[in-house]
Each structure stands twice: as structure tokens, then as C-alpha cells.
């Protein structure tokens, strides 16, 4: 069993919709973090959380501890968000990874 | 301010051969972290450096290793490459383990 599950694996949407991509984890963490993968392979960190709600811009990243659970929301989606989201968990010595989830935004 | 620069960008080796890979950190951050990213397991934590010292290390086998300089920046080393080595290797530096990482844009390592 993975210990950072990631949901949907793909997912397709017009512009301008709300998304919504979801991460389950089953480590004790101290903190989570949502990933962007562009094609070509560069990360870019998008948030660190440990509690509660961050916001950047269009992006929002909530967690539940008592839930092990994250998600994270892009409202007003565009065709410039088309990117692999991952999920990590880390621990106090450990990074594990969600399998991602692939993001298509259609004009 | 600089981001962070692996070298090189592609790498072909074949089976048997080592490889050494370069990661320079964002000025100021003394934890660099390495990744390996394939897509049959996805991304997966190799080891964190910290002044000089591993600290951290993932569930790879010993053939993985790598140092830190003074300077911080990083070095990885793969011996005796085997077919399944074939990734990008991704070295992220931050303020400290568990920080918001910064990524670098990765080597390509192919095994023949």
C-alpha cells in the first residue's frame, strides 16, 4: 500500500471550471505539499501545509489531520495550469510521493 | 537570484559504468535533497544532505550515494548501473528537510 494516494489519476476540463484533486495519506506528517510538474520535467512548489488553508492566486490547499486527508482546488481553471499536480507527505525524515494526477484544461 | 542548476542536463550510459551527477543549491541553502522520478514508481526520496552530513536517506540500495561540499552543493554517484537506473534525477535545495523545496530541472539518465 502506497503511503500518499492521489485522486483522480487524469482529469479533463473546460476552462473556466473548478477542480478539485485530492490526496490521502497514511504516515504521521509534518507537513504536505502540492507539486506542479510542467512536460519537460521542471517542479515547482506550490504549497506547504501543516493546517488549516493557504491561498495563491486561484490555487487553494486545504488539509484535515484528523482525516489524513488534502485537497487541492484551482478555481477559473486555465489552459496554463495543464500540468501533473503531486501530493507529498513528509514525515521528520521521509518524502513519500503521490503518483500524481494529469491535468488537461481545454480552451 | 539563481535557482538551482543540475549538470548535466542527459546523461547516456550503459550497464556497469558509474555516473556522477552535480547539483548546485539557491545560495544561502544548506539541505539539497535528490529524486529519482521514473514512470513505472513515480517520484521517490534518495537522500538528504545538510552542511556536509547525511541526514536522510530513502530505500535505495548502497550503489546510491552522494556528498556535500562546503559549499553546499551536491553530488550523487550511481555505480554499477543497471537498466532500471534510467530516470531523471531531480535535486531540490531548501532551508531545511521537510521545507518547501526548490527544484532543479533534473538530469536524464538513459542505461544501455
Known amino acids: 500500500k502506497n503511503e500518499v494516494e492521489q485522486s483522480p489519476q487524469n482529469l479533463t476540463a473546460q476552462e473556466g471550471e473548478f477542480i478539485t484533486i485530492n490526496c490521502s495519506y497514511s504516515v504521521g506528517i509534518s507537513a504536505l505539499h502540492w507539486l506542479q510538474q510542467h512536460p519537460g520535467g521542471g517542479i515547482v512548489s506550490l504549497f506547504m501545509?501543516?493546517?488549516g488553508k493557504k491561498k495563491h492566486g486561484r490555487l487553494i490547499a486545504t488539509i484535515n489531520i484528523q482525516e489524513k486527508h488534502s485537497s487541492l482546488h484551482i478555481t477559473a481553471s486555465h489552459p496554463r495550469d495543464s500540468a501533473v499536480y503531486i501530493c507529498a507527505a513528509t514525515t521528520g525524515n521521509q518524502f513519500y510521493f503521490g503518483t500524481g494526477t494529469s491535468l488537461t484544461v481545454i480552451p | 537570484k539563481a535557482g538551482v542548476t543540475q549538470t548535466p542536463r542527459y546523461l547516456i550510459k550503459t550497464r556497469g559504468q558509474q555516473v556522477t551527477l552535480s547539483c548546485s543549491p539557491i545560495s544561502g541553502h544548506r539541505s539539497v535533497s535528490w529524486y529519482q522520478q521514473t514512470p513505472g514508481q513515480g517520484l521517490q526520496f534518495l537522500f538528504e544532505y545538510f552542511s556536509e552530513t547525511q541526514r536522510n536517506k530513502g530505500n535505495f540500495p548502497g550503489r546510491f550515494s552522494g556528498r556535500q561540499f562546503s559549499n553546499s552543493r551536491s553530488e550523487m554517484n550511481v555505480s554499477t548501473l543497471e537498466l532500471g537506473d534510467s530516470a531523471l534525477y531531480l535535486c531540490?535545495?531548501?532551508?531545511?528537510?521537510?521545507?518547501?523545496?526548490?527544484f532543479g530541472d533534473g538530469t536524464r539518465l538513459s542505461i544501455l
Open positions: 501545509l501543516s493546517s
Open positions: 531540490a535545495s531548501s532551508l531545511g528537510f521537510g521545507q518547501p523545496q526548490h
